[in-house]
């Protein structure tokens, strides 16, 4: 059974890079694209982007000038940079697989999710 | 990007009820259209995909339905265990995107 762990600094100051990294296990992380989603405390859910083990990319327009997503194959792990955060990056982060069946596509499993604080 | 519109925002309903939750697209999306429920705390977890397909494990107590731009997801007999939040979301199109949660409370 496939299992995503999100790690990194639960605190990062304005105006600098936040880093997280999503280890998958049970599974190998070939052959699907892997997204990061964050919820901001009582709000809902914003895609961030995914990244496909070959490294195609696609990031949410609204986002994409601050973002870089990369993988790990020999250690089943994915990452995200998010420059430049302000206190409105504060959330909850998520890593999830993509799955596509046929004409199917949904997000699951999801990572346990870590909350990132933006504050000086 | 596509706009998704669920409604309502919110409910209050009673262990045993029928509970319906709506998710309208801003263009057609076919069936490609996901349910998911979030508890307090915890992450989200996927119902029902390609809009009407339960997920393994999911209790046949829920369901799905529609297709083009409107969606339903009922839930036929409200359990204790129901009470949550509950998000569509399109995967037709990148960017992917949620609609805005129905949090289903008890009356």
């Known amino acids: 059974q496939v299992q995503l762990q999100e790690s990194g600094p639960g605190l990062v100051k304005p105006s600098e890079t936040l880093s997280l990294t999503c280890t998958v296990s049970g599974g190998s992380i070939s052959s699907y694209y892997w997204s990061w989603i964050r919820q901001p405390a009582g709000k809902g859910l914003e895609w961030i982007g995914r990244i496909y083990t070959s490294e195609t990319t696609n990031y949410n327009p609204s986002l994409k000038s601050r973002v870089t997503m990369a993988v790990d194959t020999s250690k089943n792990q994915f990452s995200l940079k998010l420059s430049s955060v302000t206190a409105a990056d504060t959330a909850v982060y998520y890593c999830a697989r993509e799955v596509t069946r046929g004409s199917a596509r949904w997000f699951d499993p999801w990572g346990q999710g870590t909350l990132v604080t933006v504050s000086s | 990007d596509i706009q998704m519109t669920q409604s309502p925002s919110s409910l209050s309903a009673s262990v045993g009820d029928r509970v319906t939750i709506t998710c309208r697209a801003s263009?057609?999306?076919?069936?490609?259209l996901n349910w998911y429920q979030q508890k307090p705390g915890k992450a989200p977890k996927l119902l029902i995909y390609a809009a009407s397909s339960l997920q393994s494990g999911v209790p046949s107590n829920f369901s799905g339905s529609g297709s083009g731009t409107d969606f339903t997801l009922t839930i036929i007999s409200l359990q204790p265990e129901d009470f949550a939040t509950y998000y569509c979301?399109?995967?037709?199109?990148?960017?992917?995107?949620f609609g805005g949660g129905t949090k289903v409370e008890i009356k």
């Open positions: 263009q057609s999306i076919s069936s490609y």
């Open positions: 979301q399109q995967t037709y199109s990148t960017p992917r995107t």
